[in-house]
């Protein structure tokens, strides 16, 4: 299972109310393809810390048919820990998870099921959901772990 975040990983979002928002949703470069290509592979869900109506918009407006993603949690489905709002994904009940957020501090019982990006903010030229798809392939088929897709990204952009 793929467990993607929203906001400064999937898109960027511009101050809005709830009438313009979604003309305010910029999409990371090579979004699409990226959940197309993921959806090959992998059962696909949303993970933000967000209000459900706000995440709900964004994710329908991405996955129209929704063909994409199999769930989508929000805010409530947060829990707190040390005062902090976090993500515990051992609720999912699935064997592998792959978390992929701007903020792995959201993760404390998961901490090595992911890969951190850098946060996206609007940047055309933004090219990590590409650089992100090879090994994420190759973790879906059992050549990679997590932990060694994550080296091998944090290294790449570190090069
Ligand atoms: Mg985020």
Not at 35 to 41: H, N, T, Y
Request: glycine residues 6%.
């Amino acid at each position: 299972m793929l467990v993607l975040d929203l906001d400064q990983t999937l898109v960027s979002v511009a101050d809005h109310d709830e009438e313009t928002l979604l003309r305010c949703v910029t999409k990371r470069p090579g979004l699409d393809r990226f959940l197309k290509d993921m959806s090959q592979v992998y059962e696909i869900v949303i993970f933000s810390a967000s209000g459900a109506s706000y995440v709900k918009k964004i994710v329908s407006s991405l996955d129209p048919t929704g063909e994409i993603f199999s769930a989508v949690f929000t805010g409530s489905d947060t829990d707190w820990l040390s005062g902090q709002r976090v993500k515990d994904l051992r609720k999912l009940n699935r064997d592998k998870i792959v978390w992929i957020d701007d903020n792995a501090s959201l993760y404390p019982y998961n901490p090595k099921n992911g890969i951190q990006v850098p946060p996206f903010h609007g940047d055309p030229n933004d090219s990590i959901l590409g650089a992100l798809t090879p090994l994420l392939l190759e973790v879906a088929l059992g050549q990679i772990s997590v932990e060694n897709a994550s080296e091998l990204f944090v290294r790449a952009r570190n090069k």
